[in-house]
């Protein structure tokens, strides 16, 4: 978060956290523990500034969110949430609120690393994923027929 350069890809946790710091960011272990997304495949560190506990497209989602929580603790870490949503409709399933000082990028990354969040959510419907699917399906389709 907040980053404005390209951190390359193949480095260690600890050498990408540190990437991002150096890079002025604030470090987010974003869905560790979810199957097919996961590029940390749960490896976080304790420099990491926050841990996303709860997302709501995760699978399994009580897993991730359990493993997640055991990880926050264990590493004193702040907890997020997000949605990671690419469908409108699914928007709003999981969400953090912040208390930051002022409306404004610095105000919320200095909100995440004091503390000063709360993350809230629950799983995206299983109905909502498969119309996503579906409807990226129907664009990979459009896009052959029209090349």
């Given amino acids: 978060m907040n980053v404005r350069e ?3 890809r193949g480095l260690t946790a600890p050498e990408t956290v540190e990437r991002i710091h150096k890079a ?5 272990a974003c869905h560790p523990y979810v199957y097919f997304k996961g590029a940390l ?3 976080v560190c304790s420099t990491f500034d926050a841990v996303e506990l709860i997302n709501s ?3 399994p989602f009580k897993r991730s969110v359990l493993k997640a929580e055991e990880t926050a603790k264990r590493l004193g870490l702040v907890r997020v949430a997000g949605t ?3 469908y409108g409709p699914m928007i709003g399933y999981a969400y953090t609120e912040i208390e930051a000082s002022a ?3 610095e105000a919320v990354c200095n909100a995440i690393v004091d503390g000063r969040c709360h993350p809230f959510g629950q799983a995206v ?3 909502l994923n498969l119309e996503f699917e579906y409807h990226r399906i129907e664009r990979m389709i459009k896009k052959r027929v029209h090349t």
Avoid: M, Q, Y
């Fill in 6 to 8: 390209l951190i390359p």
């Fill in 24 to 28: 002025g960011g604030v470090a987010i």
């Fill in 41 to 43: 495949k749960g490896n």
């Fill in 57 to 59: 497209r995760a699978f």
């Fill in 84 to 86: 990671d949503s690419h």
């Fill in 103 to 105: 409306a404004s990028v």
């Fill in 125 to 127: 419907p299983a109905i």
